[in-house]
């Protein structure tokens, strides 16, 4: 999960260069458009100290006010014949053409582009290479699209919001990367101005990183209930003629969660036992994994946090059970039967042992994890240490996964071995969703017996077998 906190965007990461030193005479800085991104930009540029002159057709038509006070407002021509540090183009591409006259007084001087694509498959050029055609003689660069003129006047001051940037010109990348840096966000240098293409169509992903984790989270829920579904309640109501179907709505869904949030919590440590496993093997660890172990390895958070919602959502369907009409049905039924029978003290010292357990385990399970959940947030991530990072992912992640299926053996260890917990020869399906987690913790043990971690972190500190290491 550390990977992924530290990842950009998009690929590509950023060489740290040099700041803007604070500014004792501040650069000038021309927003073309007094629209709704270049007012937040300006208020952005001016808490940082920067100077900022504002472009704009008709200066008349500007409300007072909309700006601050220290911006400076006046025709377009007069903004770009300024000294100017760079040129910001606040304004959509469509309307690039009509600054054709500016074309000389732009000339040499670094222009933003700050526009985002409309659609997700670019034909042709990006904006940015268009307004590079349109003027050839400037230095575009492509950047800060990726920030909303919300973020940019609130969310900046963490320096956690990425500023993706591309430019085929050295020089003005430098420029705005220090400007970036010096406005408090996180500037990610993306290469050449081809890489535009990626950087305007960013904004328009609807989580990237998510859609896989989801879909799998989806997949797993479908195929618990659906399972439960079949086995619990079709089978029985066709071989039996039980209706149980009233199950479907609260017992059936907490039962499918539970299942999918301890799978899920096991797909989180898997990738990391196959990536040590094949280095193992392979006896370096210089050798890439495969392209989809390391899109897995970049899922963990996501499937985390996945997990910790169900696990959350589970432990609020389990608080609910009591208040169901069907529970209130099943006490006065029970103490019906028991006063029939002639039983006074129903007390089962082992089913109680049982039931504590297995809440106890489950309560500490869903602790840990909602720990690991807010340690996955960035703000809390960065103020941990690798080390201390590590511990919390790792050492506590297996913690909770411990928890969460000694949570689930407590509960189902009575009757799971029991011939009638396996009606139309199916298993019930928690003995199914402890497989993969059971499996998983029994590997990890392994990696720690020391002939085996011994070797591992040998090969993670460079060591390399003979038969990879040709020098040797
Ligand atoms: P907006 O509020 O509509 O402002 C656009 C400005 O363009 C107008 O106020 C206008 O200012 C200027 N303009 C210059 N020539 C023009 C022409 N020929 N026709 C019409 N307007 C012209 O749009 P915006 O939200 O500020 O967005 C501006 C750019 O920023 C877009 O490319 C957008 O993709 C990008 N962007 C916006 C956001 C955001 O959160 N809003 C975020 C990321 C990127 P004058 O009348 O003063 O010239």
Known sequence: MADELTDPLLSISEAPTDVLPACPTSPTVAILGSGDFSRSLAVRLIACGVRV?????????????????????MSQEGAVTQDVYVVFMALFPEHYPSLLGLQSALAGKVLVD?????????????????LAELFPDSLVVKGFNTVSAWELQTGAHDGSIQ?????????GKRKVLQLARQMGFHPVDMGGLSAARDIEVAPLRLFPSWSGPILVTFLLFLFFYGYGFL???????????????????????????????????????LPGLFAAWLQLWRGTK??????WLDHWLLRRKQLGLLSFLCAALHGVYSLCLPLRRVTLYRFINAAYRQVKAGIEEPWDEQGV??????LSCGVLGLGVLSLLAITSLPSVGNTLNWREFTFVQSGLGYAALTLSIMHMLFFSWDFAF?????????????????????TVLVCRCFLLLPCISIRLARIRRGWESKRNCPVL
Do not use: K
Not at 55 to 73: A, H, K, T, W
Not at 114 to 130: D, F, K, P, Y
Not at 286 to 291: G, K, L, V
Not at 418 to 435: D, G, N, R, T
């Open 286 to 291: 210089y050798r890439r994994f495969p392209a």
């Open 353 to 358: 042992w049982h039931s504590d357990l297995y």
């Open 114 to 130: 700050v526009s985002n694509a409309t659609e997700m498959n670019i034909h042709g050029l990006s904006n940015a290479e268009r």
């Open 231 to 269: 086995r619990e309640i079709l089978l029985t109501f066709l071989a039996q003629g039980h209706n149980a179907f009233y199950r479907l709505a609260l017992d059936l869904v907490n039962e499918s969660l539970s299942a999918v949030a301890l799978v899920t919590l096991a797909l989180v440590y």
């Open 53 to 73: 002159v504002v472009g704009s057709r008709c200066v008349n038509r500007i409300q007072s006010g909309l700006f601050p006070d220290s911006v400076e407002l």
């Open 418 to 438: 029991h011939v009638e917990a396996y009606p139309f020869y199916m298993p019930p399906s928690y003995v199914l969703a402890v497989a993969l987690p059971c």
């Open 163 to 171: 500023v993706l940037i591309c430019s085929d010109s050295t020089e």
